[in-house]
């Protein structure tokens, strides 16, 4: 009691985000199951857009949401996913985009990938982890 909790502060710096680089407004990542992943910044909002998914006719909501400096909710089929941003330890640009289940790498000049098929993986023999 009078105890005052300070003010929880969203971006405390060195953030990763990529609308910290004014210069660039759209960033392609690349992952090999999820092929590209496109993160646009529209005001102070980013949006995403997964092509490949689109094209299977997925639902990827486009905005994402900020949970913290480098982290948000990307929603796809309404179910929410974690993606955070993780910045290069010499540049300081976000590189790479991350879910528990994908890692996206950033492309300069993006290529045409060929995803690979996520059956191999779900067929793999191997202990099921369970929560």
């Not at 948000?72 to 309404?78: A, G, K, T």
């Not at 330890?89 to 996520?118: C, H, I, K, M, Y």
């Amino acid at each position: 009691m009078g105890t005052e909790v300070p003010e929880w502060v969203a971006d405390p710096g060195g953030s990763a985000r990529p609308d910290e680089d004014v210069e660039v407004t759209e960033q392609t990542y690349v992952d090999r199951a999820l092929g590209q992943i496109v993160v646009s910044k529209t005001g102070d909002a980013l949006s995403v857009e997964m092509p490949l998914l689109a094209s299977m006719e997925y639902e990827v909501d486009p905005e994402l949401i900020t949970v913290s400096s480098d982290t948000f909710w990307l929603y796809i089929e309404d179910s929410p996913h974690d993606l955070t941003f993780i910045a290069d330890g010499e540049s300081g640009e976000s590189r790479w985009l991350r879910n528990r289940g994908f890692v996206g790498t950033r492309q300069q000049d993006p290529v045409a990938v060929t995803p690979v098929s996520l059956s191999p993986r779900l067929d793999a023999p191997g202990p099921i982890l369970r929560h």
